[in-house]
């Protein structure tokens, strides 16, 4: 993959190139545009993969809290832990996920984790239904490791079902789809966790810190978690079976059984085009949500309000980015995606400077998160469209895959700041301040390699990756 000279002219000339290419009214699979029996049953497999994960993560986010059952077992700040449980497999298992879905049929690779997903969903029970924390923990990090392993198939088979020109409309779909998802499963996790924690009030009227076993397997409720996630696992695996029958792109690629070699393989490959300035750009995506996901949770204490009015605060985040993304997708051309960018970049910046240098209220912060969203989708859609177009079909799993694990590492970067933020004695609505700053400097980073050179997308010559 070679980058092209940076003149306006040979943009105009690709995008004209990639506008008559034959092959853009048809995905790989020869499939119709959009709205196919494949790209259906992709979306309906996604939504149900990040329903279960963000029921099983947000469950055990509540059972470690503060007063909850299992608030003893993994000590103060449990809910800290969770979120490294969750956030190592995508880290340690992306790139090389990747590498497996290039040598194997994405299809096959899905179904096989969803029949995988039956095994955790039996250990998921067992730990919530007998109270053994350690045993739900075990399936948390079971759940990620299916997840991880599905992100690169997932991402790498919509280039394989839909056409090259709905690529991004595509992704505008899958990531609404996605946002109401880990909506839906945050809320049926609340309504499962009520049921769960009666099963751990004690006789006297309080919450057994212990986590007694007995108390909750003679509750019906102890069973709910486990009856709902095993729905949903069981749906999950009917969807994918509807997936048409996907090739292998790189049957030959040599087996690798060390995962931190495939990163250094695929960063090295991807230096010599643009792809890795391009997933630099969406990995700081992750990084910011990252920091506004630890941020939005301390309003209940900022403004005195509710834990509930903070999820709506959430709630909105989330509706407003996969509205932002429909919208983006809808609007994305690849002449437009130098602007969209730099855009998205400077509307984040806004709405983020302003939450964290105005004097808060809940109306003015509700009516900031939400604006703050519906910009987010012009910033990260058409940058994963391009990592999707410019990625060889042969190596696009490994490209994904080490773009996906480098956005949880972004995400950890973000996390890591805010404490060391919050350590330093920032309240957490300013550090909305410091992110905006550097939302600011993605801002310029991102026009000027958008003008300097063609990013927009289309393909070129590509590296070959081993």
Known sequence: MTAPTADGAVTRTVDRQMLDDPTEDRGIAGSPPLWNRGFVSLLATQF????TDNVVKTLLTIAVAAGKPWELVFGQGGGGWIGVAFTVPFILLSAWAGRIADRNSKRSVTVVLKLAAFGVVILAALGFGFGHAWLAMAALILFAIISAFFGPAKYGMIAELVARREIARANGVINMATNVAVIFGVLLAGILADHWEESFVAPGGTVDPGGSALIAAATMGAWFPGIALAVLVLVGFLTCLTLPRLRPQMPSLPRAWNPISTYVTTIREMS????????????????????????????????????AKVSYLMGGLGVSIGVSCVLAAWLDRPHRRRFFVPAGALGLAAGFLALGLLTPTYTNVAILVSCTGLVAGFY???????????????????????????????????????????????????????????????????????????????????????
């Open 48 to 51: 149900v993969e990040a329903s």
């Open 272 to 307: 010599h085009s643009p792809l890795l300035a391009v997933a630099l750009a969406w990995t700081f995506f992750y990084f910011a949500a990252a920091v506004a996901l630890l941020v939005l949770p301390d309003y209940s204490q900022i403004l005195a309000v509710s834990n």
């Open 380 to 466: 990260i859609i058409p940058l994963q469209s391009m990592l999707q177009m410019l990625a060889p079909d042969e190596s696009r799993g490994r490209c994904l895959g080490t773009a996906n694990g480098m956005s949880f590492m972004m995400a950890a970067i973000g996390s890591a700041m805010f404490l060391g933020l919050r350590n330093a004695g920032m309240e957490s609505n300013r550090i909305f301040a410091v992110l905006g700053a550097l939302c600011v400097l993605a801002a310029a980073i991102t026009w000027w390699r958008l003008c300097r050179k063609d990013l927009s997308g289309t393909r070129h010559a590509a590296p070959r990756i081993d």
